[in-house]
């Protein structure tokens, strides 16, 4: 048993307290040590302790994590002296029904005394001596309080990393789901490897492997920064829509190439119309101003389709798939290139016909006015008619004539 011993001070220990005083502080500690235990039974229950302990640690996660595990060393060490205190003040004080002021003396200094030893890393360097550090003791309070400190260092840590792992593990997870689906569908479609998904898988296993391991490097401004989890989420979400699109296209190619045959062959013909209109606008119209329409727009669609098939029989459905899209733009970008080539030339015979039709509606005009023997009606009249009914038409002298036509018979009508 421990006698009342000398502070460091010099100063004498403190007067025994009464026989009711040690009771009532007795079940005071008492109660605050089962406070206590059941404080570091839930901190070793935890989740996040949990997996702390569980986990191989890395970087700043593991830096951090040590530095806690020697706060819950220290914990621990301090609370097993700090119990061992109360338990050998509780035994001394059931032994003596009728405790004599020796006894009173002893038990008031544990209970209120330097009574709880520091273990040996919480001695500072200058109390220390060359065979090692000096035994040193704290009171009960303080060693509450170096404790209470300890505590709230590790519950700390436990939290942000378990915090950190809340937020993190969810969405790898997920990643990692839309991966393994992802892979499926690409291995179903053509047993072969897909370079953009291989990439993404070696990006999540590196990304997890931090999420793993390091979940603390993740955090900013106190929260887990998902950003890369979400993209690489909404990354694998749209792959395997587009694998889940192509599985479609193999199921349903049939439909598909008829389609797509339907389409170049409606370019084929709309390039056909296009060429006979240009062809007979040179003999009619002969505009030097006409750009030539393009040719082979159908053949050069059919060589791509036939390119397709070929896809098809080797089971590559995924570059099929991405071949299949561009064919379909192809064939949309020639049949407008083939109608653009077909107004224009039809343009030029629809100008023509334009002409033609003002012409004859004019002459009409003039013979309501009473000047269809005007002469130099007649004559602009007859002179108009052959430029339009000539072949090749000359559209702007076609124009200006019937121009001149049209002065000349409102002039004739307003003088009338």
Known sequence: MRGADVDESGAGAAA??????IDHALRGLEAERDRIS???????Q??????????????????????????????WRMFEAYRGVLADAAGLRDRSSRPDVAVLAELTGMLSGS????????????????????????????????????????????????????????PLEEAEARWRDASRLAHALDGTRHPELDRLGRELTALGRVVRTDPLS?????????????????????????LAGVT?????????????????????????????????????????????????????????????????EAGRWVELAGQVAQLERAAEDALERARSDLRLSAGLLERRAELRGRLDAYRAKAARLGLAEDERLCALYEEARDVLWTAPCDLRRATALLAEYQRAVRAGGAAR
């Open 16 to 21: 025994p307290m009464s026989r009711e005083g």
């Open 38 to 44: 059941a404080s570091l039974v839930d901190l070793e």
């Open 46 to 75: 935890h989740a996040g302790m949990r997996l702390l302990k569980g986990a191989r640690l890395s970087g700043e996660t593991y830096r951090r994590w040590a530095a806690a595990q020697a706060r819950l060393d220290l914990l």
């Open 115 to 170: 009574s709880v030893p520091l273990p040996d890393g919480e001695v500072p360097l200058a109390e220390r001596t060359l065979l090692g550090p000096r035994e040193r003791s704290v009171p009960l309070d303080e060693a509450v309080a170096v404790m209470s400190e300890a505590f709230e260092f590790v519950a700390r840590e436990v939290a942000a990393a378990d915090a950190a792992w809340s937020a993190l593990l969810l």
């Open 218 to 242: 993740l955090v900013r401004d106190g929260r887990a920064d998902t950003a890369r989890l979400d993209r690489l989420c909404g990354t694998l979400r749209a792959l395997a829509d587009e």
């Open 248 to 312: 479609r296209l193999r199921d349903g190619y049939e439909a598909v190439a008829a389609q797509l045959a339907a389409s170049v062959e409606e370019v084929a013909r709309v390039e056909g119309e296009a060429a006979r209109a240009y062809e007979t606008v040179l003999v009619k119209i002969g505009s030097s101003t006409l750009p030539e329409p393009a040719r082979d727009l159908a053949a050069g669609l059919r060589d791509r389709m036939a390119a397709l098939e070929r896809l098809r």
